[in-house]
């Protein structure tokens, strides 16, 4: 990563796109590298510009924000790149899809400013934005409604027990720190047991962790 943040912005309106251009441009550790209109625009400054992360609207024209997503995820040249969801209450059906697409967390429209730099930041270090409450409830949600008759990729086999109940944790929304004081282990052999679990699971980091807990049924929706 560079030593300033790279941070794309894919939003169809014009003026919010501006805000947080203005916003992100006017913070000591971040860069706006470039605006997207639509989520093609967004696929295709990711591959150009490399952001470390791009915010992402899900309502957007030619390509919504999902598929923009699942794009730049899982093509080998923007591999790096994260993307944080922006989303307002009323598209809330997306968000599991959007989680799905690789993306590494999602944050309402009306957050706080100082809380959207915060949540860039922490994306960009490649932490899942998963503590909020409302992530907890959402996932949960839309946990109960998978894509049908879509087959597992992976599995849970190789991962140990341990293991296991740090996943479990991990997709309740505990931090490393809260892992630690639960289990009652240090925070570095916490940490190196989600190294393992992202090893193993081949995932991007703890939003996908999330992901696959649900839906090889370690963990149900309460």
């Known amino acids: 990563m560079s030593e300033r943040i790279r941070v794309l912005v894919a ?13 992100i441009d006017t913070t000591h550790d971040l860069t706006a590298v470039g605006e997207a209109g639509t989520g093609a625009e967004a696929v295709d400054l ?17 390509m919504d924000g999902i598929e923009a997503t699942r794009r ?25 899809s959007a989680l799905r697409a690789g993306a590494s967390g999602f944050l309402l ?14 994306v960009a ?8 409450t409302v992530t907890r409830r959402l996932i ?18 190789g991962v140990t027990e341990r293991e296991r109940e740090v996943l479990t944790l991990i997709a ?4 490393n720190a809260e892992l630690a004081e ?14 393992r679990l992202l090893a193993k699971l081949e995932a991007r980091d703890r939003a996908q962790l999330v992901i696959i807990a649900y839906e090889t049924g370690l963990v149900r929706p309460v």
């Open 182 to 195: 639960h289990l009652h282990l240090s925070l570095a052999t916490v940490k190196t047991h989600v190294g």
């Open 172 to 175: 309740r929304g505990l931090s």
């Open 11 to 23: 939003d169809d309106q014009a003026l919010l796109r501006g805000s947080f251009r203005l916003l």
């Open 125 to 132: 270090a490649g932490e899942g934005l998963l503590a909020p």
């Open 140 to 157: 949960a949600e839309f946990a109960r409604r998978p894509e049908p008759a879509r087959p597992l990729a992976r599995g849970l086999d």
């Open 72 to 96: 730049i995820c899982r093509s080998p040249e923007t591999a790096g790149v994260r993307v944080l969801i922006l989303t307002t209450f009323d598209v809330d059906e997306y968000v599991y």
């Open 109 to 122: 429209k009306d957050t706080p400013p100082a809380d959207l730099l915060t949540a860039i930041r922490v």
């Open 46 to 62: 990711a591959a150009r510009e490399r952001p470390d992360v791009v915010l992402m609207d899900v309502r957007m024209p030619e």
